[in-house]
């Protein structure tokens, strides 16, 4: 090798792998609740900023359109169709139940991860099965399609290239405004609460979930699975993270933990492998510190949970099941018979 080369080598290393400093705009551990209030507001602000790099995109008529349809257990699902900006269709899948009693029902929005589609959120032997676990209870779930056919300026280095240094419209935020368009669009259908709106995901879909809830505050509960981590160990110490979950002008500004600090006072439900080999346990739990001081901040501390299940990069029902029943209830009559 030789001496340039190794220099280059060296040069690339240590961009990988330099440890950031303290966010430069994460919330004060010792602020009062009027504080970090503000703090929100103007984080808030901020997040906004970054995921639209400036103004978010202008809405557009949705000239929405549904497709085919099929019929499931307890539900029925329907290709949906609609602009959620100019020049820019979201597609996805919208599941209702056979017998809704005549109800307005809690709506979930169930984001699947990397190489998934929304058909796998409807497929119970598929690790984004959710969708499908939801809508049989009940629920009205709409899946969008975030894969990166999906978006605008993906690149075929976006899994391993060099972290991004300009974005013109970072592709988290292209899923962010799919998502907050697509809520837009549903409230517009008949038979949806709209006080009761909660958003699923593992692994990219978390962390779309996440991003989307900080965003959103009509989202009422959040449930993210396989994504929690310190943002200096994801993207300079993992070297494995897909780039198109990289915010370039986030990089100092905000830790991961802050954003899920922009859910609180909400019902927040995170989990976590033990044995899961791309978010590391311990990292995790170090994120988690945070995010439960942010809610103990807010006078909330019941609605945040660490869920640690013994498995890998995976998504178990049992717990995130307890929190829909409680802070999204489906009333008696809607309920399926069986």
């Known amino acids: 090798m030789s001496l340039h080369t190794r220099k280059l080598v060296l040069i690339t290393v240590w961009f990988f792998t330099s440890p950031l400093f303290s966010a430069q705009k994460s919330f004060p551990l010792n602020a009062t609740p009027e504080e970090f209030a503000k703090w929100q507001t103007e984080t808030r602000a901020l997040l906004s900023d970054l995921l639209f790099n400036g103004v978010p995109p202008e809405e557009v008529p949705f000239e929405a359109t549904f ?35 005549g109800e307005k029902l809690p709506l979930v929005i169930a984001c699947h991860g990397h190489d ?81 709106i909660g958003i699923v995901g593992l692994s990219n879909g978390s962390m779309t979930s996440m991003f989307a809830s900080a965003f959103d505050p009509r989202i009422k509960l959040t449930v993210c699975s396989g994504s929690l981590i310190m943002y200096e160990r994801m993207w300079h110490r993992e070297l494995i993270h897909c780039r198109c979950q990289y915010i370039p002008r986030m990089e100092g500004v905000l830790d991961y933990y802050d954003v899920f600090a922009l859910i609180a006072p909400r019902a927040l439900v995170i989990q976590n492998g033990l044995k899961d080999p791309i978010f590391p346990i311990h990292s995790a739990v170090k994120a988690f510190t945070f995010i439960r001081r942010a809610y103990v901040i807010a006078g909330a501390q019941d609605q945040v949970i660490l869920d640690v299940h013994e498995g890998a990069h995976q998504f178990q029902m049992d717990v995130p099941s307890a929190w829909f029943a409680r802070v999204l209830p489906i009333p008696e009559q809607s309920r399926p018979v069986r």
């Open 67 to 101: 497709g085919k349809s099929e019929m499931r257990e307890n539900y029925e699902l329907t290709e949906l169709s609609f602009f959620d900006r100019a020049g820019h269709r979201t597609t996805g899948l919208l599941a209702r139940p056979l017998k809704p009693g």
């Open 116 to 196: 998934g589609d929304a058909y796998d959120v409807f497929d119970p032997e598929s690790m984004y099965f959710y969708g499908d676990y939801l809508a049989k209870k009940g629920y009205i779930v709409f899946a969008p399609n975030i894969e990166h056919e999906y978006l605008e300026g993906i690149t075929k280095t976006i899994h391993w290239g060099l972290l991004p240094k300009k974005v013109n419209f970072p592709w988290m935020g292209q899923r962010v405004w799919m998502v907050k368009r697509a809520i837009d669009f549903l409230l517009t259908q008949p038979g949806i609460d709209p006080e009761k």
